[in-house]
């Protein structure tokens, strides 16, 4: 069974830093394009960034948003992908998704059940 | 960046009512659209990709049409697990983009 557990969420003053991680199980995640899709408390969706599979070297995009500020990796030996923000603002306040994607098709075939991250002084 | 519009932004229907959703992008983007359903309280689940392929597992009940710029989803017979917010997603060019959503409620 495909399964995407996010943790690392939590409330962060406006400049600061936090990271999210994603574990991955019932499948190899280096398969894979790997995305952060965040949910705002109006209940809109954004696309945070993406690392593609590794046939195509992990390769990343980023929203104009969080570029320069996030970076998403990952770590193959334990199946894990990760986003690091930096330089919070307080607009950055969302539910955060880890989703993976097929390469060529299904762009969010699969989502975690989010982790929470509030920017607030 | 490319534009996503829905319409409506809500709608009230009864079970076994069908229901059209309209997704709309700023430029053609061929069939790179995705549909997604978010139960409340929930993550938003896959149910169309390609514009006209269904998820694995999702339902005959649902049905879509279009390309290039106009895109719809049709329920063709309301359940009650198909009350839930629906939003399209352009995957064509980065940043992919959603659309602001529709909800589907009791009417």
């Known amino acids: 069974e495909v399964q995407l557990v996010e943790s690392g969420g939590g409330l962060v003053q406006p400049g600061g830093s936090l990271r999210l991680s994603c574990a991955a199980s019932g499948f190899s995640s280096s398969d894979y394009n790997m995305d952060w899709v965040r949910q705002t408390p109006g209940g809109g969706l954004e696309w945070v960034g993406r690392?593609?599979?590794?046939?195509?070297?992990?390769?990343?995009e980023y929203a104009a948003s969080v570029k320069g500020r996030f970076t998403v990796s990952r770590d193959v030996s334990k199946n894990s992908f990760y986003l690091q923000m930096n330089s919070l603002k307080t607009e950055d306040t969302a539910m955060y998704y880890c989703?993976?994607?097929?390469?060529?098709?299904?762009?969010?075939?699969?989502w975690g059940q989010g982790t929470l991250v509030t920017v607030s002084s | 960046d490319i534009q996503m519009t829905q319409s409506p932004s809500s709608l009230s229907a009864s079970i076994g009512d069908r229901v059209t959703i309209t997704c709309r992008a700023s430029q053609d983007i061929r069939n790179s659209l995705a549909w997604f359903q978010q139960r409340p309280g929930k993550a938003p689940e896959s149910l169309i990709y390609?514009?006209?392929s269904l998820q694995s597992g999702v339902p005959s009940e649902f049905s879509v049409s279009g390309s290039g710029t106009d895109f719809t989803l049709t329920i063709n017979s309301l359940q009650p697990e198909h009350f839930a917010t629906y939003y399209c997603?352009?995957?064509?060019?980065?940043?992919?983009?959603f659309g602001p959503g529709t909800k589907v409620d009791i009417k």
């Open positions: 390609g514009a006209s």
């Open positions: 989703t993976r994607g097929a390469v060529g098709s299904i762009p969010h075939d699969s």
């Open positions: 690392s593609r599979s590794e046939p195509y070297g992990y390769t990343t």
């Open positions: 997603q352009q995957y064509i060019s980065y940043p992919f983009t």
